[in-house]
């Protein structure tokens, strides 16, 4: 896939060519979607670039160029972004856009939110899991004690 193989501004690009090409002869957003996912994940490799000290030294990290290129490339992010929501909105309809933008951050907050139950859920296996577990071994424990004091008392005692 092409989102696996370019990374971050390459893929914005990518993504902006690839809308560019499409957009006239689209019938429904649909066609383009592929495109508008590679957008948001390249804008989203950027941001996560820029937010990330990257490089080994001091000097690496905040050296006037990596500092420039990490910047223009947020820049370009939002730029080439700003510019697909205007075609999309004069292809599809105004408020196009806003309904993606709008649905997307919808789908990933319903994301984070099942991941949360499903995390808590675990948790909650986990919990009861080792609640068993104790209990079995706290039984099993009184049922031995019960039958060595039954063997104490009916076996070795009355000789």
Not at 116 to 120: D, G, V
Not at 151 to 156: C, D, H, K, S
């Given at each position: 896939m092409i989102a696996?193989?370019?990374a971050g501004i390459a893929l914005v690009k990518s993504a902006v060519d690839g809308i560019k090409s499409a957009i006239g002869t689209a019938k429904d957003i649909s066609e383009i979607a592929g495109h508008i996912d590679n957008l948001f994940e390249g804008e989203k490799q950027v941001q996560q670039k820029r937010?990330?000290?990257?490089?080994?030294?001091l000097t690496d990290q905040f050296g006037i160029?990596?500092?420039?290129?990490?910047?223009?490339?947020?820049?370009?992010a939002q730029e080439k972004i700003a510019e697909m929501r205007q075609l999309v909105d004069l292809r599809f309809g105004p408020g196009t856009w806003?309904?993606?933008?709008d649905e997307r951050a919808k789908r990933i907050q319903e994301a984070k939110e099942a991941a949360?139950?499903?995390?808590?859920e675990a948790q909650l296996a986990h919990e009861e899991m080792m609640d068993n577990i104790k209990m079995t071994g706290l039984v099993s424990m009184v049922i031995s004690i019960a039958l060595g004091l039954i063997?104490?008392?009916?076996?070795?005692l009355p000789k």
């Open positions: 696996e193989t370019l937010a990330k000290k990257s490089g080994t030294g160029q990596n500092v420039a290129q990490e910047m223009i490339d947020a820049k370009l806003k309904s993606i933008v949360a139950k499903a995390r808590r063997f104490l008392a009916f076996v070795i």
